[in-house]
């Protein structure tokens, strides 16, 4: 139960902090709907059962089973992850990575330096996010463009602040709201 209570409060309060960043991004009304499938029982269940407070809890049942029950779940209805944006090539005739629409890459980068927040707690530095992303890039199948944009953003994140990075990226989100109007 103890472990039901501390994962409900991560996973609140991390969401919350991504709620405050899209807001700052842009896509606050967007970023309202963020992770809710987390509260989901397939979810929920096995991230109190999993939780250790230092890293997602899907790292530990991918650990015991191979894979994560949760993480499937999540992905697959998360559009702000990149592993959601994926189908099938007519041409290759195999599963690819496709471009991600900014709007969702934008919640992504809220997404990772929240969850870089909650995991490092006080010891938070701007560059983490970026290190984390470096960490797993080259086993990573993501769009090449997605990728680019995503580092870009980490990159300024790191070298900038976030004051100069979320007003760049609440420009570029307007930018591109503004051609999905025409």
């Given at each position: 139960m103890i472990k039901a209570i501390k994962h409900f409060n991560t996973i609140t309060k991390h969401r919350n902090k991504v709620i405050a960043h899209c807001f700052r991004a842009g896509i606050g009304f967007q970023g309202l709907f963020h992770d809710l499938s987390k509260y989901q029982p397939?979810?929920?269940?096995?991230?109190?059962?999993?939780?250790?407070?230092?890293?997602?809890?899907?790292?530990?049942?991918?650990?015991i089973y191979g894979y994560s029950k949760a993480w499937l779940h999540h992905k697959?209805?998360?559009?702000?992850?990149?592993?959601?944006?994926?189908?099938y090539n007519p041409k290759t005739k195999v599963n690819e990575p496709v471009k991600m629409p900014y709007n969702y890459l934008a919640e992504m980068f809220c997404d990772r330096v929240a969850a870089s927040k909650i995991y490092n707690g006080k010891n938070y530095r701007d560059c983490d996010p970026?290190?984390?992303?470096?960490?797993?890039?080259?086993?990573?199948?993501?769009?090449?463009?997605?990728?680019?944009?995503?580092?870009?953003?980490?990159?300024?994140?790191?070298?900038?602040?976030?004051?100069?990075?979320?007003?760049?990226?609440?420009?570029?989100?307007?930018?591109?709201?503004?051609?999905?109007?025409?």
């Amino acid at each position: 139960m103890i472990k039901a209570i501390k994962h409900f409060n991560t996973i609140t309060k991390h969401r919350n902090k991504v709620i405050a960043h899209c807001f700052r991004a842009g896509i606050g009304f967007q970023g309202l709907f963020h992770d809710l499938s987390k509260y989901q029982p397939v979810e929920f269940m096995s991230g109190a059962k999993y939780y250790q407070g230092m890293r997602s809890p899907n790292e530990k049942e991918r650990e015991i089973y191979g894979y994560s029950k949760a993480w499937l779940h999540h992905k697959g209805r998360n559009r702000h992850h990149f592993e959601y944006w994926t189908d099938y090539n007519p041409k290759t005739k195999v599963n690819e990575p496709v471009k991600m629409p900014y709007n969702y890459l934008a919640e992504m980068f809220c997404d990772r330096v929240a969850a870089s927040k909650i995991y490092n707690g006080k010891n938070y530095r701007d560059c983490d996010p970026l290190n984390y992303f470096l960490k797993a890039k080259p086993r990573r199948s993501i769009h090449p463009e997605t990728s680019q944009e995503l580092e870009e953003l980490l990159t300024m994140l790191s070298e900038k602040g976030e004051k100069e990075t979320f007003a760049f990226l609440k420009a570029k989100v307007k930018a591109y709201k503004k051609s999905k109007k025409h």
